[in-house]
């Protein structure tokens, strides 16, 4: 029990540290209302717990530790679905109602397309 919470504090650690390099990345670089940082961590999270859960389904090559640490640790660290709410909130609270509906439109539909597309590459392998 111990390992696993170890592994899943060091995944989350790791995540949270690479969606902190993106998010400020992308607000260096782009000064722009619609959140860019948080957008991309969120699609590519989705693809990368797709991409491990298929891997986990059609092989044993990731124990139960390493899908503790890959999944709940590491993408739970950093996907940032909780700022992403916050986020929406700021965009519809402000007046920027368009740039709220495209927020949540596009992550939640591109988030689950993404997910089948990680699911869809490994199955390919």
Known sequence: MIKNMLLIGLGGGIGSIARYWCQKWFADNFQHPFPWGTFTVNILGCFLIGVFYAIAEKSSLLSPQTRLFLITGLCGGFT??????????????????????????????????????????????
Do not use: H, Q, W
């Not at 402000?94 to 988030?111: E, H, K, P």
């Open 80 to 125: 940032t679905f909780s700022t992403f709410a916050f986020e929406n909130m700021n965009l519809l609270r402000s007046g920027d109602v368009a740039y709220g509906i495209l927020y949540i439109t596009s992550s939640v539909v591109l988030g689950i397309g993404a997910v089948f597309a990680g699911i869809g590459i490994i199955k390919l392998l």
